[in-house]
């Protein structure tokens, strides 16, 4: 029988409605009852009035609520959409008016703070809004419901038909131009991953994950899909200091750690205690460099690192086997369970051993597309040569965008980007969303954002700008202006006031690649 994404918590209840589900702070949810709070969810969403497949978007910090709001949705027949909370209320109202959405749950302090915003959002009819003892703001034409309110008023009501293939949610993520792109997954995409990465690290009821990264983050995603599919633990943490993470892993006796490379380089130095009860780790959003790694290894000898490498396009892709790692620490490893990662040149034909070529995934995995946009997704979205031999089918397979190599034993060595995406801090940031914020600034003539290799960050952003005749610019004012308007990873962590007016290339365009070569070394130890 197919399973749909909420079917998880509701399959876990059934089985052991006993065992501890979800964890924030001094919450403690059974399968019971957190199955019970996601159809009350529902009940509420579909009481006022969502239709099949309309869009829930959730924008706050990991909590309870959180949770239940998005696997109420799905519950509903509806589509949720992870909002991340470190984004400026313009770029959340955004992603709410290109995807439709319908219904959005916030918090009342982010409600106060979005209420400008979002007379953009025009498909707008409903928000929810979770704590706050003050009136709530009025928005025209939309209600606004305080989250107690909007529960207490549910009654039982029945789900729109779903099936594995249809819309579950939609995540976000950088493109290599303009605006972010909508990732539609569907509940079997979502269910094959979880089963998946649940196979491979060998979950089980007994393990407790602790959920460090934004849930609008497919990786993040996946700590909650992976721990309910077995019926494990999922314990929810807000961090501010490394060590936050690491008492939380001592306090809830965490089995399972995942983090991207600058998390892991400010945990790796702190005292981990002899008996800890990792038992393994996860790594993706970039490769973890090596001296990170041996220091892991030393202070933790009984947890197994699994290096990891995904896209949001078909959430995960390939993992390194813990015994591989002394015979090849630079590899991504193979293809997970249930995918198959080709490498193809520009024909679609394969590549030899050693050859490079773009890294291409087909099966399960592979999402839908992007939101309401042809073009970018035709782009992404291709036909691979025909596995179903005899059958008139056609598949699409994900084109990475990313050059790769494969060894005669099949695994897989990261080589380059094709784009000029930065990636930073485990996210993938489009140079061309922070150029059109620092462009707003009038000062500014012309701009260029790069991505440059950064010791703990994978890469940084670097912003060098020339200002407008006869205005006087200063790297400090520039940053200043564009702080308000950009979360805090899309901040450049250097401005360079250009003396010139920047380098073109033969067809005009700013030269990237030539800037790029100018300041590889700006944040080289005594350079910075």
């Avoid at 019970?36 to 909590?63: D, F, I, P, S, T």
């Avoid at 193809?344 to 992007?370: K, M, Q, T």
């Avoid at 010139?500 to 070569?517: T, V, Y």
């Amino acid at each position: 029988m197919s399973e749909l994404v909420h079917d998880f918590i509701f399959r876990s209840a059934q089985r052991s409605p006993a065992a501890e589900a979800l964890v924030y702070g001094q919450r403690r949810l059974d399968y019971a009852s957190l199955a019970a709070l996601v159809r009350q969810v529902a009940n509420a969403l579909l009481g006022g009035g969502l239709e099949r497949g309309e869009r829930v978007a959730v924008y706050m910090e990991k909590n309870v609520e959180n949770v239940a709001a998005m696997f109420g949705a799905a519950a509903a027949g509806g589509a949720f959409v992870p909002v991340n909370p470190l984004l400026k209320p313009e770029q959340v109202a955004y992603i709410l008016a290109d995807c439709n959405v319908r219904v959005l749950v916030t918090s009342a302090d982010r409600l106060k703070l979005l209420a400008a915003a979002l007379a953009h959002c025009r498909d707008l009819r409903t928000v929810i809004a979770v704590g706050g003892n003050g009136e709530l703001p009025q928005l025209p034409g939309v209600e606004v419901l305080a989250w107690d309110a909007a529960l207490s008023a549910a009654s039982d009501g029945a789900p729109h038909r779903a099936i594995d293939g249809d819309m579950a949610a939609i995540l976000y993520t950088s493109g290599s131009t303009g605006k972010p792109k909508g990732v539609v997954l569907s509940h079997r995409n979502l269910v094959a991953g979880a089963q998946s990465v649940a196979s491979y690290l060998e979950n089980t009821p007994a393990d407790r994950l602790l959920a460090v990264l934004p849930l609008s983050f497919d990786y993040g995603l996946s700590q909650l899909t992976t721990a309910f599919h077995v019926g494990a633990t999922a314990v929810l943490i807000n961090h501010l200091l490394p060590r936050d993470v690491l008492n939380a892993v001592v306090a809830e006796r965490i089995t399972g750690l995942a983090a991207v490379p600058p998390l892991w380089i400010q945990l790796a130095p702190l005292n981990w205690p002899a008996d800890c009860t990792l038992r393994y780790l996860t790594n993706s959003g970039g490769a973890m460099q090596r001296p990170t790694l041996d220091a892991l290894r030393a202070a933790l000898p009984n947890a197994k690192p699994f290096l990891m490498y995904g896209l949001t396009e078909a959430f995960r892709s390939t993992f390194l086997p813990p015994s591989e790692l002394e015979r090849r620490p630079d590899s991504m490893g193979k293809a997970i369970p249930n995918a198959e990662v080709m490498v193809l040149r520009p024909d679609g034909s394969e590549c030899a051993p050693g050859e490079p070529g773009e890294l291409v995934h087909r099966g399960a995995l592979v999402s839908l597309g992007y939101w309401n946009d042809p073009a970018k997704t035709a782009e992404r979205f291709k036909p691979v040569a025909p596995r179903h031999y005899g059958l008139p089918l056609t598949e699409l397979a994900v084109w990475s965008g990313d050059t790769v190599r494969k060894d005669e034993e099949g695994f897989l060595y990261f080589i380059s980007r094709n784009d000029e995406m930065i990636k930073t801090s485990g996210y993938r940031v489009s140079p061309t969303e922070v150029e059109e914020v620092v462009y707003a600034r009038d000062a500014v003539a012309e701009a260029a954002a790069l991505g440059v290799k950064h010791p703990a960050l994978g890469q940084a952003i670097v912003v060098v700008a020339f200002p407008r005749e006869g205005v006087a610019l200063t790297a400090s004012d520039l940053l200043a202006a564009v702080k308000p308007h950009l979360p805090a990873y899309m901040l450049p962590q250097k401005v360079v006031i250009a003396e010139a007016a920047l380098p073109r290339n033969p067809n005009g365009k700013i030269d990237r690649k030539l800037l790029s070569q100018q300041y590889e070394n700006v944040f080289a130890e005594g350079q910075q």
